[in-house]
């Protein structure tokens, strides 16, 4: 196989609110390559949001969906790539992940609260929605920063501008 297999052209990670499904988006157009979303792979598969998988089948479940399209994804997708934001926390897609482009969109907690609304569908988030996410964001990032191979600073910037740089 070797050389014949399908590669992203660039798969990006980070926490949410980061921007990765709009950027991903904008950036699949300009380069004229298919844009996927492993979060949208994961509803497709499971028939539901994935609110309702975390809430009628727990996050175990729902992080066997998400290592299982992640891996499909990173064999077959040739576009631009948005994991879910905990996606990297399995070892086996950390390993799956070594020799692609990775693009880690860094976000500030202001700016992800902000793009995220508190009053969101994110079952992680639930509770004390800000606390959660910034638990969330300190535990993610030294991960997301090792498995990436180019770091972009969204803070103040728009999903365009951020497209831009990566493109």
Same mark, same amino acid.
């Given at each position: 196989?070797? #050389?014949?297999?399908?590669?992203?052209?660039?798969?990006?990670?980070?926490?949410?609110?980061? @921007?990765?499904?709009?950027?991903?988006?904008?950036?699949?157009?300009?380069?004229?390559?298919?844009?996927?979303?492993?979060?949208?792979?994961?509803?497709?598969?499971?028939?539901?949001?994935?609110?309702?998988?975390?809430?009628?089948?727990?996050? *175990?479940?729902?992080?066997?969906?998400?290592?299982?399209?992640?891996?499909?994804?990173?064999? *077959?997708?040739?576009?631009?790539? %948005?994991?879910?934001?905990?996606?990297?926390?399995?070892? #086996?897609?950390? &390993?799956?992940? %070594? @020799?692609?482009?990775? &693009?880690?969109?860094?976000?500030?907690?202001?700016? %992800?609260?902000?793009?995220?609304?508190? @009053?969101?569908?994110?079952?992680?988030?639930?509770?004390?929605?800000?606390?959660?996410?910034?638990?969330?964001?300190?535990?993610?990032?030294?991960?997301?920063?090792?498995?990436?191979?180019?770091?972009?600073?969204?803070?103040?910037?728009?999903?365009?501008?951020?497209?831009?740089?990566? &493109?």
């Amino acid at each position: 196989m070797g #050389d014949q297999v399908t590669r992203p052209a660039l798969v990006l990670i980070g926490a949410p609110g980061s @921007g990765k499904s709009t950027v991903g988006r904008l950036l699949a157009e300009r380069l004229g390559v298919p844009f996927r979303d492993t979060d949208e792979d994961v509803e497709a598969v499971a028939g539901k949001p994935v609110s309702d998988i975390f809430v009628e089948d727990g996050e *175990e479940r729902f992080r066997e969906l998400e290592a299982e399209a992640v891996r499909r994804a990173l064999e *077959e997708h040739p576009g631009v790539l %948005a994991l879910g934001g905990g996606a990297v926390l399995n070892e #086996d897609t950390q &390993a799956r992940l %070594a @020799g692609h482009r990775v &693009a880690y969109l860094e976000v500030g907690l202001s700016d %992800a609260v902000q793009r995220v609304g508190l @009053g969101s569908a994110r079952p992680l988030l639930v509770l004390n929605p800000r606390s959660q996410l910034k638990r969330l964001m300190d535990a993610r990032r030294p991960i997301y920063e090792r498995l990436a191979t180019i770091t972009v600073k969204t803070d103040g910037l728009t999903p365009e501008a951020v497209a831009d740089a990566l &493109a």
